[in-house]
């Protein structure tokens, strides 16, 4: 029987402790569905007040020098809420205790200090991961997340000694993490290492390419969003490097939490429901529009987009959709917030049409399993998707996907076109273009097949009968961390 595999999951975020966005839900959903394939997880965070004040957290070791320019911390232990993974945390309170999220201030400004305060998670997660480590356990395999992790790798390049094997997974390759060249010294990173063949991207240091370069492997969220980064479009300048680690690059689709959304359990809903009983659906829809204020209409078609207002999610397109089809039947519920822009176009869009369009800024969890329940079709324009959750929310809620043909939305819904209704694959509704045009069109398309309900309850049984359980995804990184380590 193999040895069990020794992992530490190195994460700016996990919930339910602390989420910004969709790394939060894979950092509190992947670990336990490793451990339940028998590897032997293990979370590191950093120590943001949201994370102190939920966990039972004991002190395991106490002034630890994690790099010379920064004060000494402590290292934490406890275990995650529900699934009771442990979990470390780093204490530090000049660097992780300050009201906002991990990234900014509440005035939407990124910490000034965010180069020193990644970089302590990166070189506490190379320490645990090697020799020196100050704990009785050490991993095999440390799996780091995206730019505020990627620095480790790099330590762990540089440091003496036995290491772990390290992956990097991208989760978004949009944001490189770049900081100016003179933190090198501070860094404790041997200034040979500032090039093109190591940290350096355009004149700056990126933490994201110190993973990408150093990292043993590299993963992402979806086969699709493997292939699309290696082309300049998508490639975000780091496609050359992707190209030729081609070979070290594996693409495993996200799961999502089946208990956490699950119609049938969902505790946000007045109405719990399944395919066998959709009517609890059809409740749900009612209650929204209640609650939104939007006339109750069984022949209308409710939309929902839960979503980050920003041009990569397509959101600027919403707009243009509206006015193109201000005769169709449907109504448009959208939760989200994010550029001020966009924010102030579909505001004023909002205003101008209160009987079809209710707007709700920011982030709220309840109203988005509201949503995912009450809406008939979602919508999700994204020009790129590196894996995305919602869609497959959306199936299990028996919401079908409108999305556009890329990255992980590629990879999971099949459109609705006369061959997949006919041999019973359609599960939602795909375009191409990044356009309002194809988007408009792409909805008129399922508007009509919304006026045919028999067909309709067809597609949604076989998107709900779908399976993105984190089961699948969790032996595939079980078998990519055994190849690794072979």
């Known amino acids: 029987m193999a040895r069990k595999i020794r992992l ?26 490793l451990a339940s394939q028998g590897v032997d997880a293990r979370i590191l965070l950093p120590g943001y007040p949201q994370v ?55 005035n939407g400004k990124d910490w000034p200090d965010n180069a020193q305060r990644f970089a302590v998670l990166a070189r506490m997660a190379a320490r645990l991961a090697s020799d020196a480590t100050p704990l009785r356990w050490c991993p095999d395999i440390l799996h780091l997340n995206d730019w505020q ?36 010294g501070e860094l404790e990173l041997p ?16 933490y994201l390419k110190a993973g990408l370069f150093y990292a043993d492997h ?44 699950n119609p049938a359990k969902d505790t946000h809903l007045k109405h719990r429901y399944s395919a066998a009983r959709l009517a609890g659906k059809t409740k749900n829809r009612s209650a929204l529009r209640k609650q939104l204020g939007l006339k109750d ?45 966009i924010e102030k176009q579909l505001t004023a869009l909002a205003a101008s049409m209160p009987d079809r369009f209710s707007l709700t800024l920011g982030y709220n969890e309840p109203l988005a399993h509201q949503i995912e329940a009450g809406a008939d079709i979602f919508l999700m324009p994204s020009r790129y ?40 694959t359609a599960t939602g509704f795909v375009f191409k273009d990044a356009s309002a045009t194809a988007l408009s069109e792409c909805l008129e398309r399922a508007l009509a097949l919304y006026a045919h309900p028999r067909v309709w309850r067809g597609i949604q049984k076989q998107a709900m009968a779908r399976d993105f359980g984190w089961e699948q995804s969790a032996k595939r990184y079980v078998a990519m961390y055994r190849e690794l380590l072979a």
């Not at 989420?19 to 950092?27: A, N, R």
């Not at 998508?234 to 939490?257: S, V």
């Open 8 to 33: 530490l999951f190195a994460t700016p975020e996990a919930h339910p402790l602390i989420k910004t966005g969709g790394l939060g839900d894979v950092g509190g959903a992947l670990p336990p569905a």
């Open 52 to 106: 102190l004040d939920a966990l039972h957290l004991r002190r395991v070791r106490r002034d630890i020098t994690v790099l010379e320019s920064q004060e000494p911390v402590h290292l934490l232990s406890g275990k995650m809420p529900d699934s009771g993974i442990p979990v470390y945390v780093i204490e530090s309170p000049s660097l992780y205790s300050r009201e906002g999220n991990p990234y900014q201030g509440a």
């Open 149 to 184: 992790t990627g620095l480790a790798a790099a330590y762990l390049a540089f440091d003496p000694g036995r290491r772990a094997k390290s992956v990097i997974s991208i989760h978004n390759l949009a944001f490189p993490g770049t900081f100016p060249p003179h933190l090198m």
């Open 191 to 206: 200034w040979h290492s500032y090039q093109m063949h190591g940290l350096e991207f355009y004149q700056y240091i990126s």
């Open 218 to 261: 590299i993963s992402t969220v979806s086969p699709g969003y493997a292939q699309e980064i290696q082309q300049s479009e998508l490639g975000a300048g780091f496609h050359g490097l992707l190209h030729d680690r081609q070979a070290d690059l594996t693409g495993i689709l996200n799961g999502i939490d089946t208990e956490v959304w």
């Open 297 to 341: 209409d069984p022949k209308t078609a409710l939309v929902g987009v839960v979503a980050r207002l920003t041009d990569q999610k397509g959101a600027d397109l919403i707009p243009g959709m509206m006015k193109a089809l201000k005769q169709a039947s449907f109504q448009l519920v959208l939760l989200g917030g994010g550029d001020k822009t």
């Open 385 to 424: 998707e590196p894996c995305g959750l919602n869609q497959m929310y959306s199936m299990r809620y028996g919401t079908l996907p409108l999305v556009r043909h890329t990255g992980g939305l590629a990879d999971t819904v099949v459109d609705a076109t006369p061959e997949a209704l006919h041999d019973g």
